[in-house]
């Protein structure tokens, strides 16, 4: 990662794969095409032995083999980071042509970079400093987004979200566009705090004193000082006391996702204290002669940092788990927070997670459905403890198949793993590596049958991975036929006017803290309505449910978000489906405020215009990351 300072720069380790030029690995390519120039740069060749030797280019801001190098390793890192977190792996096949995430760092001239889900692609911009307020850098001096570790990490993590859940991208209500923002502003501050050598050199800088050290705290320094706006993009430590008004107030995507990213973050700082406060106090005080912080001490202090930032990262993914795959908001992803969390480890001794409810109550983002912020009262509550709502075990045959696929969805994930440490393994030359090669590339198709959501086709070469592609369908067929007997119990209409679709399953495989193994299966149910699209901006009426199962197919927490206008519902279901309309109906006006082709446009852009606004880009728009 390259910096102005020194101290600033530092290598960034992602697991080791055989690389093609771009490069290109399994999971993303980069494809520097510059479509305002409308040339190709030279692709860099990372496994080129001259650069293995000096563990990959040095930092040069006018070298585009650099600026490849750069947005391959952010990008691995956050899918690493991800995918851990997860218990899984991550995969970004779109289809034959588009296997694979593409990143292009030269995408265009302008002070934007965004992901665009058609292309499959996480596209950079660049732009020149502004001429009379350029901040530190030369006036009209070429910026480049893709050299801003966070607004790389930043578009990556906003894949990552959409490759998780594909309908967070609806606007059904304010918090859904600004859960995007939030989410990808803290996994790219979060992810800095892993590089321990960068830990260490600010916190011997700050004293401690983390929340101050504007090159982990900031986001996008640089890029928003070039704008003239003289300060960084957004900052996760603000030296104010919180508005707990603001949310209530605020409807702008990065405005409002600030709050969620301030909430997280004081949770974040509250635990950190708590823990090196201890420290200090064991150290006596930890200073060395020269009134700075002890080397040994800075350095434990790190090791409890990056310890303290990779839970959080944690938390934060394995929440997904614990969210209805639509209409997303604060509320439920605190909840999901808490709950993820819980599940692991009930004891939580550091109280992080009551530092997190507190960091969200100081904001004003209260949850609702509970009736405390106590931590046992935010949990989902069990299936076990509904009432009419309560969903049956599967059947015997329906338990059968889920224990299939989990048997073979292990062996993939088990041969997966054996085929990698095969190609990394390999020579960086001659035919052995392209043996290796294409060993490897039967991993992307594990990763396929593995990850949830993906109809692909199965390989008939390969006999286990077939039977794994026969197992999903039998699977999906399974689930669907569970989720309609049981619409009214999911909060789904019933009948066959609005089909009822599985959106994805997947294997959950982790440890827990006393060291048993955890294994779960989640399954996520859609149904939609496009019965008066016009009268909704063009965007469908979605309903959903987040099912987790135990192993034995019981199932253990039910995550809903129920149809509205269904009859028959259960009364709080019912209550829920009609604050939900309202929602997205104050969120239309809320953004047609703001949209001043409202006021002149057609009827054609206005029975479209909520589902043009569900476009990364759109929400980019005068606006950056």
């Given at each position: 990662m390259?910096?102005?300072?020194?101290?600033?720069?530092?290598?960034?380790?992602?697991?080791?794969?055989?690389?093609?030029?771009?490069?290109?690995?399994?999971?993303?390519?980069?494809?520097?095409?510059?479509?305002?120039?409308?040339?190709?740069?030279?692709?860099?060749?990372?496994?080129?032995?001259?650069?293995?030797?000096?563990?990959?280019?040095?930092?040069?801001?006018?070298?585009?083999?650099?600026?490849?190098?750069?947005?391959y390793a952010v990008t691995m890192r956050v899918i690493e980071t991800a995918s851990r977190a997860l218990g899984r792996p991550l995969h970004f096949y779109l289809s034959q042509r588009t296997p694979r995430l593409r990143i292009i760092p030269h995408g265009f001239q302008g002070d934007n970079a965004f992901f665009d889900p058609k292309s499959n692609a996480l596209v950079f911009g660049y732009f020149q400093a502004r001429e009379d307020d350029a901040g530190p850098n030369i006036p009209g001096q070429i910026v480049y987004t893709c050299l801003s570790h966070d607004i790389v990490a930043h578009e990556m993590t906003h894949a990552i979200v959409h490759r998780l859940r594909r309908y967070f991208i609806e606007p059904t209500n304010p918090d859904v566009h600004a859960f995007h923002e939030g989410f990808s502003d803290i996994v790219a501050i979060l992810v800095k705090f892993t590089y321990r050598d960068l830990v260490i050199q600010l916190i011997q800088s700050s004293e401690g004193r983390l929340w101050e050290a504007n090159a982990l705290v900031d986001l996008a320094q640089q890029f928003g000082l070039a704008r003239g706006t003289g300060r960084a993009l957004r900052s996760a430590?603000?030296?104010?006391?919180?508005?707990?008004?603001?949310?209530?107030?605020?409807?702008?995507?990065?405005?409002?996702?600030?709050?969620?990213?301030?909430?997280?973050?004081?949770?974040?700082?509250?635990?950190?204290?708590?823990?090196?406060?201890?420290?200090?106090?064991?150290?006596?005080?930890?200073?060395?002669?020269?009134?700075?912080?002890?080397?040994?001490?800075?350095?434990?202090i790190a090791d409890d940092?990056?310890?303290?930032?990779?839970?959080?990262?944690?938390?934060?993914?394995?929440?997904?788990?614990?969210?209805?795959?639509?209409?997303?908001?604060?509320?439920?992803?605190?909840?999901?927070?808490?709950?993820?969390?819980?599940?692991?480890?009930?004891?939580?001794?550091?109280?992080?997670?009551?530092?997190?409810?507190?960091?969200?109550?100081?904001?004003?983002?209260?949850?609702?459905?509970?009736?405390?912020l106590a931590e046992?009262?935010?949990?989902?509550?069990?299936?076990?403890?509904?009432?009419?709502?309560?969903?049956?075990?599967?059947?015997?045959?329906?338990?059968?198949?889920?224990?299939?696929?989990?048997?073979?969805?292990?062996?993939?994930?088990?041969?997966?793993?054996?085929?990698?440490?095969?190609?990394?393994?390999?020579?960086?030359?001659?035919?052995?590596?392209?043996?290796?090669?294409?060993?490897?590339?039967?991993?992307?198709?594990?990763?396929?049958?593995?990850a949830d959501g993906l109809q692909s086709e199965a390989d008939p070469e390969d006999a286990l991975e077939g039977d794994l592609g026969t197992m999903k369908r039998q699977v999906a067929g399974m689930l669907q036929s569970y989720a309609s007997k049981n619409?009214?119990?999911?909060?789904?209409?019933?009948?066959?006017?609005?089909?009822?679709?599985?959106?994805?399953?997947?294997?959950?495989?982790?440890?827990?803290?006393?060291?048993?193994?955890?294994?779960?299966?989640?399954?996520?149910?859609?149904?939609?309505?496009?019965?008066?699209?016009?009268?909704?901006?063009?965007?469908?009426?979605?309903?959903?449910?987040?099912?987790?199962?135990?192993?034995?197919?019981?199932?253990?927490?039910?995550?809903?978000?129920?149809?509205?206008?269904?009859?028959?519902?259960?009364?709080?279901?019912?209550?829920?489906?009609?604050?939900r309309k309202e929602a997205f109906e104050r969120n239309m006006r809320q953004m047609d405020k703001s949209d001043p082709r409202v006021a002149f446009d057609d009827q054609e852009y206005l029975d479209e215009r909520m589902a043009l606004r569900a476009a990364f880009r759109a929400l980019h728009e005068g606006h950056s990351s």
């Open positions: 390259s910096g102005r300072r020194g101290v600033y720069r530092i290598t960034v380790d992602v697991e080791n794969e055989p690389l093609e030029p771009g490069p290109q690995g399994r999971l993303v390519e980069v494809v520097d095409y510059d479509a305002s120039n409308k040339l190709y740069y030279t692709a860099v060749n990372l496994d080129d032995p001259n650069h293995l030797m000096e563990d990959g280019l040095a930092p040069n801001e006018s070298d585009p083999r650099f600026h490849q190098q750069m947005v430590y603000l030296n104010e006391e919180p508005d707990p008004t603001l949310y209530a107030q605020t409807f702008e995507p990065h405005a409002r996702g600030a709050i969620l990213l301030g909430a997280v973050f004081d949770g974040f700082f509250a635990a950190y204290q708590s823990r090196i406060g201890a420290l200090l106090r064991i150290g006596g005080g930890g200073t060395d002669t020269a009134g700075s912080l002890h080397p040994d001490l800075v350095r434990r940092v990056n310890d303290l930032a990779d839970r959080v990262l944690r938390m934060c993914f394995r929440a997904f788990d614990y969210m209805a795959p639509v209409d997303v908001t604060f509320s439920d992803f605190l909840r999901a927070l808490v709950t993820s969390d819980y599940t692991l480890d009930p004891e939580d001794k550091d109280e992080l997670r009551y530092h997190l409810i507190e960091g969200f109550r100081r904001r004003g983002i209260y949850p609702e459905g509970v009736k405390s046992e009262s935010l949990l989902w509550s069990e299936n076990e403890d509904s009432d009419d709502g309560k969903l049956p075990e599967l059947s015997t045959r329906g338990r059968r198949i889920m224990q299939s696929y989990l048997g073979m969805s292990s062996l993939a994930l088990d041969q997966m793993a054996r085929r990698t440490r095969e190609a990394s393994d390999a020579p960086a030359s001659e035919a052995p590596r392209q043996d290796a090669l294409a060993r490897y590339q039967k991993v992307d198709r594990a990763l396929q049958v593995q619409a009214k119990r999911l909060g789904l209409a019933t009948g066959r006017k609005h089909k009822i679709s599985i959106a994805g399953f997947h294997a959950i495989q982790r440890q827990v803290r006393s060291g048993l193994l955890m294994i779960e299966f989640v399954v996520q149910v859609v149904q939609t309505d496009r019965s008066d699209n016009a009268a909704r901006g063009g965007l469908p009426r979605r309903a959903g449910a987040t099912i987790v199962f135990s192993a034995d197919g019981t199932p253990r927490f039910v995550i809903r978000k129920p149809m509205d206008g269904e009859d028959g519902l259960d009364p709080e279901l019912s209550a829920l489906a009609g604050r």
